[in-house]
């Protein structure tokens, strides 16, 4: 541990799954870590006590709301936007309203998190965003929208990455396959037809994500933007 020590990361969507587990390894590396939660407090409490870290109630289908968290963290050395949703189905069936806050949840507010944390940030900055092997590979129907989002994280990143290279900031995008969290779990109806496409017949853990991020966070990753960078069991090989 220690590799972060005395950086400052924001978490955004933290309280559980994936997010949780990137509080704790960026914690555990030294950094003073603030993460964001919207409908977990009591989970988020619970994470805030354990890691040391500050826990902040920001919703991130509330632009406003996510930009005013990031200014309000001060200079950040760090940003992992984490917090995202799902919303599957057939398109023809689904509720238009639930489609657009998937995309200001997982799109809109991963833009506009990045470029206002990057008006702060030191050179050797890092800003990381999860986004899915869905955003390379669809497999299966009714993953459109979903997809949607996180194909668009592709185009931010390679597109931030050229903004912002020259002042020393990085940005990646860390794109999962089935990882086992309360949006997927390992013992999930969908497991089997997951697990038939890829190399790896299982499902990942939190942990193993949350590795890719504290190597992106790091000081061997500073070579390393406008990249898109796949931990999914070989779910899109
Ligand atoms: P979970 O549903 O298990 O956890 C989601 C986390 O995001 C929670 O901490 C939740 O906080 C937070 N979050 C959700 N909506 C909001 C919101 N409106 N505002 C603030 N925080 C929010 O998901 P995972 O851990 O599985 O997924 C995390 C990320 O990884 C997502 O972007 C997801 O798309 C991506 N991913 C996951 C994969 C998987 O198989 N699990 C595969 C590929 C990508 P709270 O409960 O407090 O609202």
Known sequence: GGSLHGKSALVLGGSRGIGAAIVRRLAAEGAAVTFTYAGSRDAAERLAAETGATAAMT?????????????????????????????????LEQDPDEVDRLVRINVTAPYHAAVEAARRMPEGGRIIVIGSVNGDRIPFPGLSAYAMSKSALQGMARGLARDFGPRGITVNVVQPGPIDTDMNPADGPMKDVMHAVMALKRHGRPEDVAGMVNWLAGPEAGFVTGAMHTIDGGFGA
């Open 59 to 91: 919703d991130s289908a509330d632009r406003d709301a996510v930009i005013a968290r990031v200014r309000e963290s001060g200079p950040l050395d760090v940003l992992v936007v984490n917090a995202g949703v799902g919303a599957f189905g057939d398109p």
